[in-house]
């Protein structure tokens, strides 16, 4: 690993991972001008209408809102893979694993599925465990909730790497929580690991990505130096459906 501006290199204060197992189905249903995406709400309308069906801990259904500042386009296109340009998600969190796997094989997912593929152009599936945490993410109230893609030849530089940058999200945009999801063996190997946190609101976490030197000189050159591609995207939660 390679550690730029040291100086700056605080690694974030995490909990112990838990046991739980995470499902996510990604979609690309709009399209994205710059950093905002176009209108998506009626797939994720119709989404959150059949997520409930499906028996999970929790479900949540979140739509884009914007883009921020990444890292990355140039090798994620020697490898030949996709942008992660998802405007829609759902991401179910089970007690364990192996609820996520079967969880993956019932009928009311398997309905989810061709919802997701009907309603888009591109559509990512995986199963993943927790490989770290700074806090669980609180789907309850309206936040602003990210999902950082992130690929790398080397997992293991790339998981040493978040900690750093994670910690300097903690230390500068009082970043409040974040669950690392890390895809089991054997699932679609374009992200190595899915970062996912939430802000209060929008205005807690962006002036920091636009307008302070350090995110670029620091947290994008560690990226760039480690071989990483860093795909973040920010969500609102779609409003659960009255059961």
């Known amino acids: 690993m390679k550690l730029i501006r040291d100086d700056l290199a605080v690694k974030a204060s995490l909990l112990p991972p838990t046991v739980d197992g995470f499902l996510m189905l990604a979609a690309e249903a709009g399209r994205w001008f710059g950093y905002l995406p176009s209108a998506h709400t009626t797939l994720a309308a119709r989404l959150q209408k059949v997520a409930p069906t499906v028996e999970a801990r929790e479900a949540t259904v979140f739509r884009a809102l914007l883009r921020p500042p990444g890292e990355g386009d ?5 490898r030949g893979l ?12 089970t ?13 009311a997912y398997r309905k989810l599925v061709e919802t997701a593929r009907a309603g888009s152009r591109r559509t990512h ?35 040493k790497v978040w900690q750093y940058t994670a910690g300097w999200f903690q230390q500068k945009t009082s970043l409040p929580n974040s669950a690392l999801m890390r895809p089991l063996d054997g699932e679609p190997a374009d992200y190595g690991i899915i970062n996912h946190g939430s802000w209060p609101t929008v205005p807690t976490f962006l002036p920091s990505l636009l307008f302070r030197p350090s995110f670029r000189s620091f947290v ?24």
Request: charged share 25%; no cysteine; glycine share 2%.
């Open 82 to 93: 996709h942008p992660a340009r998802y405007d829609v998600v759902v991401l179910f969190r």
């Open 125 to 159: 599936e995986v199963v993943a465990s927790n490989a770290a945490r700074i806090a669980d993410v609180d789907h309850g109230p309206d936040h602003a909730f990210l999902f950082n893609y992130f690929y790398a030849d080397d997992r293991d530089t790339l998981l």
């Open 74 to 78: 140039e090798l994620l296109t020697a």
């Open 220 to 243: 994008l050159a560690n990226f760039k130096a480690n071989g990483i591609a860093a795909q973040p995207i920010v969500y609102r939660r779609m409003e659960p459906q009255n059961r």
């Open 95 to 107: 007690a364990t694993v192996d609820d996520a796997l079967a969880l993956r094989e019932s009928a």
